[in-house]
């Protein structure tokens, strides 16, 4: 069964930061990329950051570019999302995704087939 896990969310101050981390059922973790998204009610989905499990490719939105980082632990079969320098436009649920197919475009949600139920992420001005 597939299962994609959230955790790490919170409330910060402007400024702060926090990891989050997706952990990746075991026997299904060839899978080839894993991203992160984020919603805020009312407005689509967006693509935050996505690596190629493989070759640890990286790819960001500019939004986030320079302040967040995506990286793997193969050995906990997790993925993280590490948030620096957070704004209060940061906040959002934050969703974890995951395909066995290395999409040609990593930064949108159809690329995608599993998804996390979503951890909630708050930033305080």
């Known amino acids: 069964q597939v299962q994609l896990v959230e955790s790490g969310g919170g409330s910060v101050q402007a400024g702060g930061s926090l990891r989050l981390s997706c952990a990746v059922s075991?026997?299904?973790?060839?899978?080839?990329?894993v991203g992160w998204f984020r919603q805020v009610p009312g407005k689509e989905r967006e693509a935050v950051a996505a690596i190629y499990t493989t070759s640890l490719s990286t790819f960001y939105a500019a939004s986030v570019e320079g302040r967040f980082t995506i990286s793997q632990d193969n050995a906990k079969n997790t993925v993280y999302l590490q948030m620096n320098s957070l704004t209060p436009e940061d906040t959002a649920m934050y969703y974890c995704?995951?395909?066995?197919?290395?999409?040609?475009?990593?930064?949108?949600?159809?690329?995608?087939?599993?998804w996390g139920q979503g951890t909630q992420v708050t930033v305080s001005s």
């Open positions: 995704a995951a395909d066995r197919i290395i999409p040609v475009r990593p930064l949108v949600s159809y690329a995608y087939n599993y």
């Open positions: 075991s026997y299904t973790y060839n899978y080839k990329c």
